[in-house]
């Protein structure tokens, strides 16, 4: 290398290194301006309860893959854009849901929130090895309300199957007794004073991979074999 190159070659570097202190402490500035109420207010994407392919064959490890890690995600991020800077940006998501339910201006928040909230609670409602009967004390509870277990999960199965268009089938708790509720897109008893205890979502893309149009197929598949009664169980308790 010649004085000349060795020059050329020296100014680069500096030119390298400049850039590359500057990044660092452009980085480390944005980091320390943001405020650390908004960042303590970001709303997260819950991990699953359970592997991708747990749920096989009654639900594919791909449904669950666009469903928990596109559908799901897409509405925490979109919700942490909506409120930033605005009164909800430091609530709870419960409290978003509470205080956003029916109000127009607020639509494009309650759902939102409310779709990050059911489906944290859908995949929670679901249990690889699930299904079967419920266990003793919720038995009795279902029996009391419904007559028999058999015709609870009609009623869930019925709404799950009759909600037109987009929505939610759920198992609530209402005072003392149990009621299946539906609710179109992201609507959620939540907002109706009811406790609610398991949910199936019926969502097109919930079951559209593996079972097409056969919304029924997917519902009785996920009532048989994957519900969580001992979930519904701890939530009545
Ligand atoms: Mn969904």
């Known amino acids: 290398m010649d004085d000349k190159e060795h020059r050329l070659h020296e100014v680069g570097r500096r030119e390298v290194l400049v850039a590359a202190v500057g990044g660092v402490v452009a980085l480390a500035a944005g980091g320390l301006c943001r405020p650390a109420r908004a960042a303590a207010a970001q709303h997260e994407l819950p991990e699953l309860p359970y ?6 064959p009654i639900i594919s490890a791909r449904t669950i893959e666009f ?8 509405y925490v991020e979109n919700l942490n854009k909506l409120i930033q ?3 909800f940006a430091k609530r709870s998501l419960d409290e978003i849901i509470t205080a956003t339910a029916g109000q127009a201006d607020k639509a494009a928040i309650f759902n939102n929130a409310a779709q990050v909230w059911n489906h944290t609670f ?3 409602s679901l249990k690889p090895q699930g299904g079967g009967g419920p266990p003793g004390a919720l038995r009795q509870k279902i029996e009391a309300s419904f007559g028999s277990v058999e015709a609870c999960k009609k009623e869930l199965a019925g709404a799950a199957v009759a909600q037109f268009g ?22 959620t008893p939540l907002t109706s004073g009811v406790k609610p205890l398991l949910t199936i979502d019926v969502w097109e893309h919930a079951y559209y991979l593996d079972y097409q149009n056969r919304r029924g197929d997917y519902v009785d598949a996920v009532l048989d074999k994957l519900i969580d009664w001992d979930f519904a169980l701890r939530r009545a308790s």
């Open 51 to 56: 592997a991708a392919n747990a749920l096989e």
């Open 122 to 124: 859908y995949w929670k």
């Open 166 to 187: 987009s929505g939610w089938a759920w198992l609530v708790l209402d005072g003392e007794r149990l009621k299946v509720v539906k609710t179109s897109n992201a609507e």
């Open 67 to 74: 469903h928990h890690g596109k559908h799901h995600k897409a």
């Open 85 to 87: 800077g605005t009164e």
